[in-house]
């Protein structure tokens, strides 16, 4: 299995930038198709942004975007999400989860149930 870990979370006013991190390792982190999803408080978790294996392939939740990008490193196990332009919605625990996948599937998964493995979450703030 892999194991998750996200950081880069904080404290911005709106209009100000983040760079989540999600931190992979384990098994081979270039077999997996991998997701951002968020929390806020009292709601249900939502998807946020999706990306392939390869990297050639992403999916984003329409609120955000053109506001966020997914990317992934996998010569560093990594998978980032740029948020530009936060709004106080965007407030929330954001979550990065891990789906195995074989080299010849390409897909992006948007469903929480997609997905096998889950970090823990880091809090993300907008506010003035």
């Known amino acids: 299995q892999v194991q998750l870990v996200e950081s880069g979370g904080g404290l911005v006013q709106p209009g100000g930038s983040l760079r989540l991190s999600c931190a992979a390792s384990?098994?081979?982190?270039?077999?997996?198709?991998m997701g951002w999803f968020r929390q806020a408080s009292g709601k249900e978790r939502e998807f946020v942004a999706a990306i392939s294996w390869t990297g050639g392939s992403t999916y984003y939740e329409d609120s955000v975007k053109g506001r966020f990008t997914i990317s992934r490193d996998n010569s560093k196990n990594t998978v980032y999400l740029q948020m530009n332009s936060l709004k106080p919605e965007d407030t929330a625990v954001y979550y990065c989860?891990?789906?195995?996948?074989?080299?010849?599937?390409?897909?992006?998964?948007?469903?929480?149930?997609?997905?096998?493995?889950w970090g823990q979450g880091t809090q993300v703030t907008v506010s003035s």
């Open positions: 989860a891990g789906r195995p996948v074989t080299p010849y599937d390409r897909r992006v998964f948007s469903g929480g149930y997609d997905y096998n493995y």
């Open positions: 384990g098994r081979t982190f270039s077999n997996y198709a």
